[in-house]
């Protein structure tokens, strides 16, 4: 897709999982907040509970994270459907071993996506850090990556048969915007800093 995303708007990432994929969202959450560049992001989630529904954010999606356990479970089924009629790039990413449910089973059949089987968090993190790298480097320059920023990006794209390294943390399974002091300066609130 060529088209322009405003300099100041995040990169929009929608993750549609279902809580049985707690430990992938946030795996997920914690490596794009990772990544060597200097962008603002909004990582958005499957809600949980009471949590809103942010159809809006799907269609929005610069990618949409399809993730499926076994079993589809609502919204996830709306939010493909959502991402699918909004043309929204889709990667769908199978976890291999959970046995499927028969509404799973149709699911994964019928969506007509190319699913990408993983095993665990830390080679899903690993699948879709190359997937996210590559997506950067393709619009470096809609993204206004520096040269060091392309040159780790780069280094992003070993083979994934070398040993994955899973980030640290934890309680990024939830929606949130992940924000760069060198682009972005926000016209309310307040910087918090790691150091206080």
Same mark, same amino acid.
């Given at each position: 897709?060529?088209?322009?995303? +405003? !300099?100041?708007? +995040?990169?929009?990432?929608?993750? *549609? ?6 430990? @992938?969202? &946030? ?24 949590? +809103?529904?942010?159809?809006? !954010? ?15 479970? !609502?919204?996830?089924?709306? &939010? ?7 043309? #929204? ?10 046995? #499927? ?8 059949r019928d969506t007509g996506v190319e699913w990408q089987p993983f ?14 790298? &590559?997506f950067l480097l393709r619009h470096a320059i809609r993204f206004t990556? $520096? ?13 994934? $048969? @070398? ?16 924000? *760069?002091? &060198? ?12 150091n206080g």
């Amino acid at each position: 897709m060529n088209e322009k995303i +405003p !300099a100041n708007r +995040p990169v929009t990432i929608y993750i *549609s999982a279902a809580s049985d994929l707690m430990a @992938e969202r &946030e795996t997920l959450g914690r490596m794009i907040a990772g990544l060597p560049v200097t962008l603002a992001w909004r990582i958005v989630q499957t809600p949980l509970g009471a949590e +809103p529904l942010d159809l809006e !954010a799907v269609r929005q999606a610069d990618l949409y994270l399809l993730l499926l356990g076994g079993d589809i479970r !609502a919204p996830v089924g709306l &939010e493909w459907h959502t991402a699918a009629y909004a043309r #929204r790039p889709i990667s769908a990413f199978l976890k291999q071993g959970p046995a #499927r449910t028969l509404a799973g089973q149709a699911f994964v059949r019928d969506t007509g996506v190319e699913w990408q089987p993983f095993s665990d968090a830390a080679h899903l993190r690993r699948r879709v850090e190359r997937l996210l790298a &590559e997506f950067l480097l393709r619009h470096a320059i809609r993204f206004t990556l $520096t040269p060091p920023e392309v040159e780790q990006l780069t280094a992003l794209m070993k083979p994934e $048969t @070398e040993t994955d390294q899973p980030a640290g943390g934890e309680g990024t399974g939830h929606s949130a915007v992940i924000l *760069s002091r &060198e682009r972005f300066m926000p016209s309310e609130g307040v910087i918090v800093d790691g150091n206080g």
